[in-house]
T-cell receptor, first 109, second 112 residues
């Protein structure tokens, strides 16, 4: 099946700085790449996604880039705020969503 | 609108006891259904997925099984729980296999 690697496992930034989380996937047939945010004690929720026919997508302070050739994609959060603190998961989908191990992001005021 | 129900929210079970976790989806037909387990440091591990009634795909060999007796019902079971089965179990659904997945509230299972 699909294997998704995610880095870093923890990330601490100061409020207002940018945060970048990177993922790689193994199966070139995967063509859907979502990012989920999970706050403490809550269910994961989609924040942004990208398909393999697109190289970049942006939604306000959040952007995702995809390099199909290298099989990696990244999440970029600009102007981080304390409420961005959460665990972020990337995923790649061929038959089902396979997730990375998550990145615990801490934004300090 | 579509909703997903998962229960119970928490469960404490002794080693060797059986398990049955149920998940139902409302407001959609023929959803893709998924069971994930979330353990500390391991992220969201895909356990099973189903594209239709009676169709179950297993991603990892384990002590668990899944069944889909009805279109919008997905059940996770075990005949004999192990300590290593402890974790946070999440059910999810999607319209298609390569679209957004919506998660249930999750079940915190502790095997003692």
């Amino acid at each position: 099946g699909e294997n998704v690697e995610q880095h870093p496992s923890t990330l601490s930034v100061q409020e207002g700085d940018s945060a970048v989380i990177k993922c790689t996937y193994s199966d070139s047939a995967s063509n859907y790449f979502p990012w989920y945010k999970q706050e403490l004690g809550k269910r994961p929720q989609l924040i942004i996604d990208i398909r393999s026919n697109v190289g970049e997508k942006k939604d306000q302070r959040i952007a995702v880039t995809l390099n199909k050739t290298a099989k990696h994609f990244s999440l970029h959060i600009t102007e981080t705020q304390p409420e961005d603190s959460a665990v972020y998961f990337c995923a790649a989908s061929m038959d089902a969503l396979n997730f990375g191990k998550g990145t615990s992001l801490l934004v300090t005021p | 609108s579509q909703t997903i129900h998962q229960w119970p929210a928490t469960l404490v079970q002794p080693v060797g006891s059986p398990l049955s976790l149920e998940c139902t989806v409302e407001g959609t037909s023929n959803p893709n259904l998924y069971w994930y387990r979330q353990a500390a440091g391991r992220g969201l591990q895909l356990l099973f997925y189903s594209v239709g009634i009676g169709q179950i795909s297993s991603e990892v060999p384990q002590n668990l099984s899944a069944s889909r007796p009805q279109d919008r019902q997905f059940i996770l079971s075990s005949k004999k729980l192990l300590l290593s089965d402890s974790g946070f179990y999440l059910c999810a659904w999607s319209v298609h296999r390569r679209t957004e997945a919506f998660f249930g509230q999750g079940t915190r299972l502790t095997v003692v």
